[in-house]
């Protein structure tokens, strides 16, 4: 099952910009994770939220959570040529299960 | 120090070959995953291991066979390879389960002929 979905599917920037990135999901959740993965590379964990936390920041990162809404964001601010990549957010499903959705894929342009 | 390693990094191999792929984490964690990732990037967990006892079990054919010999290593037998186990194969490990932080390792790209 796919429980992150994330939108959109592509985007594309200037370095420079910031890019916003979308995640929604079904069922109730304990925490949302944003991941990176460039090109050929294993992902790498950037964010945890937890259900009752509305928003976190880490460095040029900052996550929101709307549990009402079900859905999370990830903004990425004063992009960079290497910030691109593509995002992915995970959700905990029943069973202990981290369930992934189909990722943005950013690209920056220098 | 690589955190989450797996051998090899790329597998081209024929179908109804039988073949392994390995993975050892030194992070201390007791748990670790493996994860297919299809052409299309969907990433979709296979197997999950925590202190070597088998926790997650997909729905995936029973010709893939996970081995935990202990906490840091897990891996991956895949028998009798069909042409759709085409994908890249990720090993990731955490502490505990419930949702914690994952490390990934690097991916190992499976092509079968």
């Known amino acids: 099952s796919q429980q992150g979905e994330e939108d959109p599917q592509a985007l594309s920037i200037q370095e420079g910009e910031n890019a916003t990135m979308n995640c929604s999901y079904k069922t109730s959740i304990n925490n949302l994770q944003w991941y990176r993965q460039n090109s050929g590379r294993g992902l790498v964990h950037l964010i945890l939220?937890?259900?009752?936390?509305r928003e976190k920041h880490s460095g040029r990162l900052r996550v929101t959570l709307d549990t009402s809404k079900k859905s999370s964001s990830l903004l990425i601010t004063a992009s960079r040529a290497a910030d691109t990549a593509s995002y992915f957010c995970?959700?905990?499903?029943?069973?202990?299960?981290?369930?992934f959705g189909a990722g943005t894929i950013l690209r920056v342009k220098s | 120090d690589t955190a989450v390693s797996q051998t090899p990094k790329y597998l081209v191999t024929q179908m109804g070959n039988d073949k392994s792929i390995k993975c050892e984490q030194n992070?201390?964690?007791?748990?670790m995953y493996w994860y297919k990732q299809d052409s299309k990037k969907f990433l979709k967990i296979m197997f999950s291991?925590?202190?070597?006892?088998?926790?997650i079990n997909e729905t995936v054919p029973n010709r893939f066979s996970p081995k935990s010999p202990d906490k840091a290593h897990l891996n991956l037998h895949i028998n009798s390879l069909e042409l759709g186990d085409s994908a890249v194969y990720f090993c990731?490990?955490?502490?505990?389960?419930?949702?914690?932080?994952?490390?990934f390792g690097p991916g190992t790209r499976l092509t079968v002929t």
């Open positions: 291991y925590n202190n070597k006892e088998l926790i």
């Open positions: 990731a490990s955490s502490q505990g389960v419930g949702g914690n932080e994952q490390y």
């Open positions: 992070l201390g964690h007791d748990t």
């Open positions: 939220i937890r259900s009752n936390e």
């Open positions: 995970a959700t905990l499903e029943y069973g202990n299960k981290l369930v």
